[in-house]
């Protein structure tokens, strides 16, 4: 038997690009039957560009308010497991839907791990490939005092990523979010 949102509540995976939301999201959703929903995937979508493109084009802080509104629509849908864009959670207003409609999950991960596996991905529009570590401890600084406000904390190392599907299905069903996992005899 597979386990079971126990909760009407999506589940927000937020932190730094590079931690795995995305990837750990759809193996949540699979393991839970959920849909699977990633928000800057959503906005690509919607707008015909992509992040990066709309970083260059109309710079960050109209692609925030963009991306509030589409959190804001996203969070007031139905459950399911969504990844959030590296910057969604820092805004307030999201953060405070999050807390009404979500569960939200910090996948935290040290500078190092992030480091390597940002390192020369040009997607990436806040992480520059030529200085990657200093802007990486630099928005470590000024997101984690955010981040911190999620419901759920869960590391994430360098490891196979179902180490931390593993560790964040364990906290959600500690937390009767999710039934219990049967075992079997």
């Known amino acids: 038997m597979s386990q079971k949102l126990l909760q009407e509540k999506i589940l927000l995976l937020v932190g730094m ?110 992480v520059p490939s030529a200085d990657n570590q200093a802007t990486i401890q630099r928005l470590v600084k000024e997101c984690y005092p955010l981040y911190s406000e999620a419901d759920i904390m869960v590391e994430s190392f360098n490891e196979p990523p179902h180490y931390t599907v593993s560790r964040i299905l364990k906290e959600l069903e500690n937390r009767q979010i999710i039934s219990k996992k049967e075992k079997h005899d």
């Open 17 to 126: 690009m590079g931690v795995g939301k995305t990837s750990l999201g759809r193996m949540i959703s699979k393991r839970l039957k959920l849909p699977f929903v990633d928000s800057d995937k959503e906005i690509e979508r919607m707008t015909g560009f992509t992040i990066s493109d709309l970083f260059a084009r109309y710079g960050e802080e109209e692609f925030r308010k963009g991306e509030e509104k589409v959190m804001e629509r996203l969070l007031n849908g139905k459950p399911c497991v969504l990844s959030s864009g590296g910057g969604a959670f820092l805004s307030a207003h999201t953060r405070k839907v999050a807390k009404e409609k979500a569960v939200s999950i910090w996948i935290k991960a040290g500078a190092d791990v992030i480091s390597g596996r940002t390192q020369g991905r040009t997607h990436r529009p806040l």
